[in-house]
């Protein structure tokens, strides 16, 4: 599959909802949490594939505002999960020269985690490959409410008539702020749903959804998920002259 694959025509940004690891777990009579155990191997593998196909950034959805309502023991134990992977994994991440940062409502997560997320952003801050994106505590309704009243602050503050505000006022204060616009959006598990996931910045992405649940999610699936996008025609709302 990889010698199928254009290098002149990745997608720049990708952004995956990581969905099915439950249901992987409940297949093997396991509890919940070990689907997510075995999820975060598919993370490896995805972050390695993508660094070596020279991906400008991925986007993963680990942790939604709506996902507090799940079970006490299994939001404990992805906490848990987290930091283990923030510890674990960031000498790989960044010798990778991969730059990790956290998009969400990172305040309302616990301070020990805030701690090793700021750990994990400065220590990779300089460097220039992947960047890896991790949705935590994240909602996409949320975050354009958010970066509205940013930007309609400082349009205030600089005094500009409001008929110049535009779409290019938010997007420079969505959690995005700097990176590619996504091109291709994986669902895993076969769910035909965005879940509050990226609303502003899935405009014109290309979706991929199938039906392998997250935990089996490899190198090859994401190999088929870019084959796939490499077959579309993109016109953003145009259409072709030829």
């Given at each position: 599959m990889l010698a199928q694959i254009d290098s002149a025509r990745l997608p720049r940004h990708i952004a995956i909802i990581m969905d099915g690891n439950g249901r992987w777990a409940k297949k093997r009579g396991k509890p919940r949490i070990f689907g997510h155990r075995e999820g975060a191997e598919s993370v490896r593998s995805i972050l390695d594939t993508c660094a070596r196909l020279e991906i400008k950034a991925v986007t993963l959805?680990?942790?939604s505002t709506e996902n507090w309502k799940r079970p006490k023991d299994e939001v404990s134990g992805l906490m848990q999960m987290l930091k283990l992977y923030?510890?674990?994994?960031?000498?790989?991440?960044?010798?990778?020269?991969?730059?990790?940062?956290?998009?969400?409502?990172?305040e309302g997560l616990d301070e020990d985690i805030q701690k090793r997320i700021a750990e994990a952003e400065k220590k990779t801050a300089e460097n220039t490959g992947t960047v890896?994106?991790?949705?935590?505590?994240y909602g996409g309704r949320s975050e354009i409410v958010e970066a509205c009243r940013k930007a309609f602050k400082n349009f205030c503050s600089n005094g500009r008539?409001?008929?110049?505000?535009?779409?290019k006022d938010i997007e420079e204060n969505l959690y995005t702020k700097g990176l590619p616009e996504v091109d291709l959006m994986i669902r895993t598990s076969g769910e035909m749903r965005i879940s509050n996931f990226l609303l502003w910045q899935l405009a014109y992405s290309e979706i991929y959804v199938t039906e392998t649940l997250f935990p089996d999610f490899r190198?090859?699936?994401?190999?088929?998920?870019?084959?796939?996008?490499?077959?579309?025609?993109?016109?953003?709302?145009?259409?072709?002259?030829?």
């Open positions: 959805y680990a942790f923030l510890k674990k994994e960031l000498n790989t991440v960044h010798k990778n020269n991969i730059r990790f940062q956290a998009i969400g409502k990172i890896l994106n991790v949705a935590l505590n008539p409001i008929e110049e505000f535009d779409e190198r090859g699936e994401i190999f088929k998920a870019i084959l796939e996008f490499q077959k579309r025609d993109r016109r953003f709302g145009g259409v072709k002259t030829s």
